[in-house]
């Protein structure tokens, strides 16, 4: 079954505390990116790659750090969280070229205290 | 740079109504447009796209989108809503020539007996 897998599903943390999101993607998908919602927001890019160990700025992305040494494999770090991060996070896989799906995984909600 | 909106954040219909969510873009060429559902504690999944090949474009679970240029508006409708269409709907767009997608604040909709 092709899938995005996130994990994960939630997490409560402390300010400070280095943390990670995995995600990870089984349809070989070049293009794979990181959102966070907010109410009222909608989603927002926060990094995004077009391939391995190519990746680049959303357009929220202080705070984060991202790497892609997989193609299957994008995780989302914060080596700092802070409670501004409060949020629910996607990691997203679609296909290079124009017009295509995204297919998203189920979700991070993270809470920063 | 390109925006997307949806007026009303909330639209409640009753059961058999019609459903009406409205999506406008900001773009001086035809981008690529999706509509995305977001059921409780889940990803999102695409309802369904425009990518030019017809303006009237049918999706999945009865829905439908109509693309105007002169409007510049992809309006989701299906004639008679269910009770398991209660979701939050993005409309989104791919700006020509990326795979970033530009989301709009989203439209909760709640469908009562």
């Known amino acids: 079954e092709a899938q995005v897998t996130q994990n994960p599903r939630y997490l409560i943390t402390v300010t400070g505390k280095k943390l990670t999101v995995t995600c990870s993607q089984n349809?070989?998908?070049?293009?794979m990116s990181w959102y966070r919602q907010d109410p009222g927001l909608g989603l927002r890019q926060i990094y995004y790659?077009?391939?391995?160990?190519?990746?680049d700025k959303g357009d929220v992305p202080e705070g984060y750090k991202v790497s892609r040494k997989e193609k299957r494999n994008f995780p989302l770090i914060l080596e700092s969280p802070s409670p501004n991060q409060t949020s629910l996070y996607f990691c997203?896989?679609?296909?290079?070229?124009?017009?295509?799906?995204?297919?998203f995984g189920q979700g991070t909600r993270l809470t920063v205290v | 740079a390109q925006s997307v909106t949806q007026l009303g954040s909330h639209v409640s219909v009753s059961e058999g109504a019609l459903v009406l969510l409205r999506c406008n873009y900001s773009s001086s060429v035809p981008p690529y447009l999706f509509w995305y559902v977001q059921y409780p504690n889940q990803g999102l999944q695409l309802l369904l796209k425009y990518t030019s090949a017809a303006t009237l474009v049918k999706g999945i679970n009865g829905f439908e989108a109509e693309f105007k240029k002169s409007e510049t508006s992809f309006h989701l409708t299906k004639p008679s809503a269910h009770m398991s269409d209660a979701a939050e709907y993005f409309c989104?767009?791919?700006?020509?020539?990326?795979?970033?997608?530009?989301f709009g604040a989203g439209t909760r909709l709640a469908v009562h007996p």
């Open positions: 997203a896989s679609t296909p290079l070229g124009a017009g295509t799906e995204a297919f």
């Open positions: 349809m070989n998908h070049e293009y």
């Open positions: 790659s077009m391939n391995v160990e190519v990746t």
């Open positions: 989104a767009v791919t700006p020509e020539g990326y795979n970033k997608l530009i």
